[in-house]
């Protein structure tokens, strides 16, 4: 059978419903696996753990493939996630933070804030000048990504 890992993140929508949203990742393919709209419930480890391993569940009845590993951010509740289902699923699964998510918590610290506060200045110009994000990437050029604290 096909392995797998599946990736576990949460946000708030536009509407500032909290939403939970698990995919799942096949050699050579990613999958929207599921997305739950978590209401009031408190969104503490145990629940999370829970919400993943049905979804790790769910993955394997559908793609017909074993999940052995978990990808998730890497705040304190996470960490913890990741140890429950380690615990649950044994010494061969694998659960790990976001590399990504490790160098964007880096970069807080090692950005200072005069740079920081340019970058927005520069990334809002071009978002809020039409013509001249056009033209930019008429040019072959990119709007600055604007940082983001995680």
């Known amino acids: 059978g096909k392995y797998a ?41 145990s629940y999370c753990a829970d919400l993943a391993k049905s ?16 990808v998730s951010d890497n705040e304190p509740k996470m960490v913890l996630i990741r140890s429950l289902l380690e615990e649950w699923r044994g010494k061969s699964f694998i659960a790990y933070g976001c590399s990504a998510h490790y160098l964007n918590l880096i970069q807080i610290d090692a950005t200072p804030s005069v740079i920081k506060n340019h970058l927005i200045e520069v990334q809002k110009y071009f978002r809020n000048h039409q013509p001249v994000a056009a033209r930019l990437k008429q040019m072959g050029g990119k709007i600055p990504q604007l940082p983001n604290d995680t």
Request: proline share 2%; hydrophobic share 40%.
């Open 5 to 45: 890992v599946v990736s576990q993140d949460g946000w708030s929508n536009v509407h500032r419903e909290s939403i939970i949203a698990t995919c799942v990742h096949i050699p050579g393919h990613t999958f929207l696996l599921d997305a739950v709209d978590v209401g009031d419930v408190r969104k503490d480890a």
């Open 55 to 70: 979804s790790i569940l769910n993955a394997e009845e559908k793609y017909g493939c074993q999940i052995v590993g978990f």
